[in-house]
């Protein structure tokens, strides 16, 4: 994170802020947890700050980035290549409805419940160079929802899923319920072009559980009445690096201009 924060600009100033902003934050849902909606003083006390930055937090108004399971183009995007994997035929669709014949437009339509047009989803669509239009038609470009050409997209998909990955974790080691699904498998030693083939073969086999995951959710989901609340997220990931050349790199210094006078 710290790395992503001076790739950005970010200085100390603004990283210990955002610190005070999530410790009040967690402060607050600790005390919740408990059934007592907590005062300046409480979460004072929990985090060791002043009473002045709590109430700044408090009185702050948030502009929070978009919360990527609740995106018109995600839903769209993942219904139609459940489709597509289906029927690879549908990877090129009429945008508008024709009779009975699958369209961009029903696709939209049904992943977004109507709620949003679905010209406005193929715009954004095409936009984030996922989706070509031309001619009356629109052909799929991704595998997934990455918004690689949009950092504030890319930013929030990256806080939800560090944010879940973590929060099994959390779980896990506080034992406070049931263990949650989270395990590594780890190798050190080999090449990285070995590295870039197990990397290949894990994407692979994720495509196939994607797509199964996919539909079991879309399942549930359509089944469940307007109360159910429950919310889930399933991962993989995958990180290799050249551990000689990080090593190397992490050994370099600065160097530094003599203090003496000639």
């Given at each position: 994170?710290?790395?992503?924060?001076?790739?950005?600009?970010?200085?100390?100033?603004?990283?210990?802020?955002?610190l005070?902003?999530?410790?009040?934050?967690?402060?607050?849902?600790?005390?919740?947890?408990?059934?007592?909606?907590?005062?300046?003083?409480?979460?004072s006390v929990?985090t060791?700050?002043?009473?002045?930055?709590?109430?700044?937090?408090?009185?702050?108004?948030?502009?929070?980035?978009?919360?990527?399971?609740m995106?018109?183009?995600?839903?769209?995007?993942?219904?139609?290549?459940?489709?597509?994997?289906?029927?690879?035929?549908?990877?090129?669709?009429?945008?508008a409805?024709?009779?009975?014949?699958?369209?961009?437009?029903?696709?939209?339509?049904?992943?977004?419940?109507?709620?949003?047009?679905?010209?406005?989803?193929?715009?954004?669509?095409?936009?984030?160079?996922?989706?070509?239009?031309?001619?009356?038609?629109?052909?799929?470009?991704?595998?997934?929802?990455?918004?690689?050409?949009?950092?504030?997209?890319?930013?929030?998909f990256?806080?939800?899923?560090?944010?879940?990955?973590?929060?099994?974790?959390?779980?896990?080691?506080?034992?406070?319920?049931?263990?949650?699904l989270?395990?590594?498998?780890?190798?050190?030693?080999?090449?990285?072009?070995?590295?870039?083939?197990?990397?290949?073969?894990?994407?692979?086999?994720?495509?196939?559980?994607?797509?199964?995951?996919t539909?079991?959710?879309?399942?549930?989901?359509?089944?469940?009445?307007?109360?159910?609340?429950?919310?889930?997220?399933?991962?993989?990931?995958?990180?290799?690096?050249?551990?000689?050349?990080?090593?190397?790199?992490?050994?370099?210094?600065?160097?530094k201009?003599?203090?003496?006078?000639?």
């Open positions: 994170m710290i790395r992503l924060a001076l790739a950005l600009g970010l200085k100390h100033a603004n990283l210990e802020l955002m005070r902003e999530l410790l009040i934050d967690e402060a607050r849902r600790a005390w919740l947890a408990k059934g007592v909606e907590p005062n300046l003083s409480q979460i929990t060791g700050l002043n009473r002045k930055a709590v109430t700044a937090k408090v009185r702050e108004s948030e502009e929070p980035l978009p919360h990527t399971e995106s018109a183009a995600a839903k769209t995007l993942t219904l139609w290549l459940q489709m597509s994997t289906d029927d690879p035929a549908l990877l090129s669709l009429p945008i409805a024709e009779g009975e014949a699958a369209s961009f437009e029903t696709v939209a339509r049904h992943a977004s419940r109507g709620n949003v047009h679905h010209r406005t989803i193929l715009d954004e669509l095409v936009r984030l160079n996922m989706a070509t239009e031309r001619a009356g038609r629109v052909e799929l470009n991704a595998a997934g929802f990455v918004p690689a050409t949009d950092l504030k997209g890319m930013l929030a990256l806080g939800d899923n560090a944010r879940d990955h973590l929060l099994a974790g959390v779980a896990n080691t506080l034992g406070a319920s049931a263990p949650l989270e395990r590594s498998v780890f190798a050190t030693g080999i090449s990285v072009e070995d590295c870039e083939r197990i990397h290949q073969l894990a994407r692979q086999r994720w495509s196939a559980l994607h797509h199964e995951l539909r079991e959710m879309t399942r549930a989901f359509e089944a469940a009445d307007n109360t159910a609340s429950g919310r889930i997220r399933v991962g993989i990931y995958t990180y290799y690096e050249d551990a000689a050349e990080v090593a190397k790199a992490s050994m370099a210094t600065p160097s201009k003599s203090d003496r006078k000639a």
